[in-house]
C-alpha cells in the first residue's frame, strides 16, 4: 500500500482546507482499513484528526467540533480531508494513513504535507 497527500500547502484563517490522499496498491473499499488523517503541529505530538471506515461511518477527534470532514472517490481511489474554519492553530503537517483494522496499527503513512495557516 502506498500513499500520497496533495493539497495547497497555505491557506488563511476562516477559509476551508481540502487535502487529498492518493491510494496506491488496495481498493480505497477496502475493508482493512480505516483510512486516517493525523497532523502534527511543530513541536507537539501527533494528532489523530479523523478516519473513514469502509462503511463510510466516520470519526473526527472531539476537539475539533464538527470541523473536519472525510469522504471517498471510489473512482479515484483516493480520500479527501475538509476542514472547516480554520485557525493559526491548524498549522501543521498532514499525514494520511491507513489504519488496519482488527490489529491497531498504522500499516502505512503518506510522507506528510506542511499546511500553514496565516493570514
Known amino acids: 500500500v502506498q500513499l500520497m497527500e496533495s493539497g495547497p500547502g497555505l491557506a488563511k484563517p476562516s477559509q476551508t482546507l481540502s487535502l487529498t490522499c492518493t491510494v496506491n496498491?488496495?481498493?480505497?473499499?477496502?475493508?482493512?482499513?480505516?483510512w486516517s488523517w493525523i497532523r502534527q503541529p511543530a513541536g507537539k505530538e501527533l494528532e489523530w484528526v479523523g478516519y473513514?471506515?469502509?462503511?463510510?461511518?466516520?470519526y473526527s477527534t472531539p476537539s475539533l467540533k464538527r470541523r473536519a470532514v472525510i469522504t471517498r472517490d471510489t473512482a479515484k481511489n483516493q480520500f479527501t480531508l475538509q476542514l472547516n474554519a480554520t485557525t493559526p492553530e491548524d498549522t501543521a503537517v498532514y499525514y494520511c494513513?491507513?489504519?488496519?483494522?482488527?490489529?491497531?496499527?498504522?500499516?502505512?503513512w503518506g510522507q506528510g504535507t506542511q499546511v500553514t495557516v496565516s493570514s
Open positions: 496498491g488496495v481498493p480505497i473499499a477496502s475493508n482493512r482499513y480505516y
Open positions: 473513514l471506515a469502509f462503511s463510510d461511518s466516520t
Open positions: 494513513a491507513a489504519y488496519r483494522v482488527g490489529e491497531a496499527t498504522f500499516d502505512t
